[in-house]
């Protein structure tokens, strides 16, 4: 089976102190336990490392990219994807719709035929995906 991972639970990872590290730890271990094929997209990994720097500096950032990024496969953004990516954000105007990283992610899952999200975010049960963690 293959899950896919959102940056809230990437960050609720990386993060020792983040109110659901350790609910996401056990996921993450259950995972990688089961040896499930984890997925997640470039645009996933580039707003995580940009969270995470921010936040907590480039130590945290180098210890999510020795821990945990290379149990993960990354789905680079082909131009078609990133467009109904776009599509899909601009298609819900203001600020409380999906972000494009979000509508990035559920392209991924939809033509990976993927069952479940590791995330914490709440537009991915929106999206009725079966969200875990």
Same mark, same amino acid.
């Given at each position: 089976m293959t899950t896919y991972v959102d940056t809230s639970a990437f960050i609720a990872l990386a993060h020792h102190d983040d109110i659901m590290n350790v609910r996401a #730890?056990?996921?993450w271990a259950d @995972? +990688? /336990?089961r040896r499930e094929v984890v997925v997640? #997209? @470039?645009y996933v990994v580039i707003e995580t490392i940009a969270? @995470? &720097?921010r936040r907590f500096g480039t130590h945290t950032v180098e210890q999510f990219l020795s821990d945990i990024m290379p149990l993960v496969q990354i789905v680079w !953004? /082909? +131009?078609?994807m990133h467009m109904a990516a776009v599509t899909a954000m601009l !298609? &819900?105007?203001g600020k409380s719709g999906p972000s494009l990283v979000d509508c990035m992610s559920f392209e991924v899952i939809r033509k990976r035929r993927i069952e479940d999200a590791f995330a914490?975010?709440?537009h991915f049960a929106g999206r009725g995906f079966n969200v875990i963690g």
């Amino acid at each position: 089976m293959t899950t896919y991972v959102d940056t809230s639970a990437f960050i609720a990872l990386a993060h020792h102190d983040d109110i659901m590290n350790v609910r996401a #730890s056990k996921m993450w271990a259950d @995972l +990688v /336990e089961r040896r499930e094929v984890v997925v997640t #997209s @470039l645009y996933v990994v580039i707003e995580t490392i940009a969270l @995470l &720097h921010r936040r907590f500096g480039t130590h945290t950032v180098e210890q999510f990219l020795s821990d945990i990024m290379p149990l993960v496969q990354i789905v680079w !953004a /082909e +131009v078609p994807m990133h467009m109904a990516a776009v599509t899909a954000m601009l !298609a &819900h105007p203001g600020k409380s719709g999906p972000s494009l990283v979000d509508c990035m992610s559920f392209e991924v899952i939809r033509k990976r035929r993927i069952e479940d999200a590791f995330a914490y975010d709440p537009h991915f049960a929106g999206r009725g995906f079966n969200v875990i963690g």
